[in-house]
């Protein structure tokens, strides 16, 4: 059994207010990428990331020596490798 804690109203609604806001915070940070796919397609760049691992010799964009690769070519290669990092682990 885990301990009794003994809280103030005051502390227990300062307490939900954190876990809440906590919360909010989390569901932001999930749908951003929502935001970046519909830029990628506005911008007609899908896919280009991919393409270009599969290029260089890699396991397309998922590819953890294909961002390796890109971050050590930088500039835009650099940001597409970030972002595909970001997308390839928020699909697990």
Same mark, same amino acid.
């Given at each position: 059994?885990?301990? &009794?804690?003994?809280?103030?109203?005051?502390?227990?609604?300062?307490?939900?207010? &954190?876990?809440? *806001? *906590?919360?909010?915070?989390?569901?932001?940070? &999930? /749908?951003?990428?929502?935001?970046?796919?519909? /830029?990628? *397609?506005?911008?007609?760049?899908?896919?280009?990331?991919? *393409?270009?691992?599969?290029?260089?010799?890699? /396991?397309?964009?998922?590819?953890?020596?294909?961002?390796?690769?890109?971050?050590?070519?930088?500039?835009?290669?650099?940001?597409?490798?970030?972002?595909?990092?970001?997308?390839?682990?928020?699909?697990?």
């Amino acid at each position: 059994m885990g301990r &009794k804690i003994i809280l103030k109203e005051s502390e227990l609604i300062s307490l939900i207010e &954190k876990v809440v *806001e *906590e919360q909010s915070r989390l569901n932001e940070d &999930k /749908d951003w990428m929502g935001g970046v796919g519909k /830029d990628i *397609e506005k911008r007609g760049t899908e896919g280009v990331f991919h *393409e270009w691992c599969d290029k260089g010799g890699y /396991d397309g964009g998922c590819d953890p020596k294909c961002w390796s690769a890109a971050k050590k070519e930088g500039g835009v290669w650099s940001k597409r490798a970030g972002l595909a990092k970001a997308f390839c682990k928020s699909r697990k």
